[in-house]
């Protein structure tokens, strides 16, 4: 069943475990629309950012 309202989340810290989270969010989960990430950490926001973008180049 495909929902033609995913529900649209972020995420708020990118640290060590967020990896399997934005593998999974942006993998698996299809009624739910990645649509930001953050973190106090300016550099881990933008690899959190960087390794959804590999994902979604990747055919996710």
Known sequence: MTNA???KVAMIGV???SG???KNITTVFKEV???GV???IPERAEKGVQTV?????AGA
């Open 5 to 7: 309202n995913p529900v």
């Open 53 to 57: 973008k590999e994902y979604i180049e």
């Open 33 to 35: 629309e990645l649509i």
């Open 15 to 17: 640290g060590k475990i």
């Open 38 to 40: 953050c973190d106090l």
């Open 20 to 22: 399997i989270y934005l």
